[in-house]
């Protein structure tokens, strides 16, 4: 079955304490992306990749990194996390090589608390 | 600042009633128009996509969409609404020379009672 597989789907932590939201998706896609989901605000791009070791800044890539050494994964590190870093994440793939062409693949989402 | 705006945050319908929310958008130029769902504990999924062509676009599950450009909108449409369509709608927008992102509205939570 193709998807986007995200872990952990919940979690909460406390200020400082490092750790790492993975993304794996079984498409082949050469296009992934991170995005936060705020009430009120939907949903922001974090950080971006094209492909293979090529990754960018969305609008709001502060307090976060990313890396992509394999086409299918996408881990998203959050070095030293903060309260303002509450949310809900969802990874995303594309069909393509570029999403405005094609159909974005989220994940199911993982809900991070930081206290 | 530009942006994707979606004017109803929280539309309650009764079943077999129509549905209309709202997505305008700021860019100038050749935008790439989307709606996605989100059902309640499931992740987003496309319901239709506007590239060019025929401004009304059809969607799955019995949804469609108009693009005017006149008006910077596109607004998702549904004659009959029902009870399994419950779930948050999200407008989101590829703008001019943003190529490698989406541009997502706030959201619209639809509850459909039976």
């Known amino acids: 079955e193709a998807q986007v597989t995200q872990n952990p789907r919940y979690l909460i932590t406390v200020t400082g304490k490092k750790l790492t939201v993975t993304c794996s998706q079984n498409m082949n896609h050469e296009y992934m992306s991170w995005y936060r989901q705020d009430p009120g605000l939907g949903l922001r791009q974090i950080y971006y990749?094209?492909?293979?070791?090529?990754?960018d800044k969305g609008d709001v890539p502060e307090g976060y990194k990313v890396s992509r050494k394999e086409k299918r994964n996408f881990p998203l590190i959050l070095e030293s996390p903060s309260p303002n870093q509450t949310s809900l994440y969802f990874c995303?793939?594309?069909?393509?090589?570029?999403?405005?062409?094609?159909?974005?693949?989220f994940g199911e989402g993982s809900r991070l608390t930081v206290l | 600042a530009q942006s994707v705006s979606q004017h109803n945050h929280h539309v309650i319908l009764s079943e077999a009633a129509s549905l209309e929310l709202g997505c305008n958008y700021s860019?100038?130029?050749?935008?790439?128009l989307f709606w996605y769902v989100q059902y309640p504990g499931q992740h987003l999924q496309l319901l239709l996509k506007?590239?060019?062509?025929?401004?009304l676009v059809k969607g799955i599950k019995g949804f469609e969409a108009e693009f005017i450009k006149s008006k910077f909108s596109f607004n998702l449409r549904k004659p009959s609404v029902q009870w399994s369509d419950t779930a948050e709608y999200f407008c989101?927008?590829?703008?001019?020379?943003?190529?490698?992102?989406?541009?997502f509205g706030a959201g619209t939570r639809l509850a459909v009672h039976p």
């Open positions: 506007y590239f060019s062509g025929d401004p």
């Open positions: 989101a927008v590829n703008p001019p020379g943003g190529y490698n992102k989406l541009i």
């Open positions: 990749s094209m492909n293979v070791e090529v990754t």
């Open positions: 995303a793939s594309s069909t393509s090589g570029r999403p405005n062409t094609g159909e974005l693949f």
């Open positions: 860019y100038g130029g050749t935008v790439n």
